[in-house]
């Protein structure tokens, strides 16, 4: 499996952005996708998790109420829509697939993992 994060750039704060992650193989839709972000000189950082089948939705308190993780099946693609953006938000985002059918927030648990994508937020 192929994961391709899309979507970053360079915005001021309070705007918007929606990243992409689009998979390489059908198969996996089964399973579960994680967003994660990693600023230099910082540890990796679970963003938000979606299930397989998008019922479940988990998202760290950083972006809780501000970011939204949704998935198309038939597209094979996982999006992040992040909303009021902030300076602190600037990071490379990954997106992950998982080895289950459900996301997590420990790093480990994601067996295929996408090349990142860079967001910048100014002040």
């Known amino acids: 499996v192929q994961l391709q994060a899309s979507g970053g750039g360079l915005v001021q704060a309070g705007e918007s952005l929606r990243l992409s992650c689009a998979a390489s193989r059908r198969t996996a839709s089964n399973n579960g996708v994680g967003w994660f972000r990693q600023d230099p000189g910082k540890e990796r950082e679970f963003v938000a998790g979606?299930?397989?089948?998008?019922?479940?939705?988990t998202y760290s308190d950083s972006v809780k109420g501000r970011f939204t993780i949704s998935r198309d099946r038939a597209k094979n693609t996982v999006y992040l829509q992040m909303s009021s953006l902030k300076p602190e938000d600037t990071a490379v985002y990954y997106c992950?697939?998982?080895?289950?059918?459900?996301?997590?927030?420990?790093?480990?648990?994601?067996?295929?993992w996408g090349q990142g994508t860079q967001v910048t937020v100014s002040s």
């Open positions: 992950a697939a998982s080895r289950t059918s459900y996301s997590s927030s420990d790093g480990s648990q994601y067996n295929y």
């Open positions: 979606i299930s397989w089948n998008g019922a479940s939705t």
